[in-house]
């Protein structure tokens, strides 16, 4: 049974800062990429942040040089450290794993923004 498992989302004022967890279950996780997504009431999910099995990250352009997305495979754990948060951060963030066309979602985080 594969359980992607979310957690550190809150309530926060903007400029400040957050860390999501992930912690996957019922995977090979160091076989699979990693990722954030986000969705907003009203819209679409959309990409935030990936790193692949071997550590490389990309960034949607929107979270650029204020995300950063980690993955440590011997605690199976994926982190996304998110700093000076912005209004048009807040939105439920999903994380995901992917390897060969599968993907695998969590439940969700929400993050509120508020100033």
């Known amino acids: 049974q594969v359980q992607l498992v979310e957690s550190g989302g809150g309530l926060v004022q903007a400029g400040g800062s957050l860390r999501l967890s992930c912690a996957p279950s019922?995977?090979?996780?160091?076989?699979?990429?990693m990722g954030w997504y986000r969705q907003a009431p009203g819209h679409q999910r959309v990409y935030v942040a990936a790193?692949?099995?071997?550590?490389?990250?990309d960034y949607a352009e929107a979270v650029k040089g204020r995300f950063t997305i980690s993955r440590d495979n011997a605690k199976k754990t994926v982190l996304q450290q998110m700093n000076t948060l912005q209004q048009e951060d807040t939105a439920t963030y999903f994380c995901n794993a992917h390897y060969n066309g599968t993907n695998y979602w969590g439940q969700g985080t929400q993050v509120t923004v508020s100033s």
């Open positions: 019922g995977i090979s996780f160091s076989a699979y990429k």
């Open positions: 790193i692949s099995e071997r550590g490389h990250t």
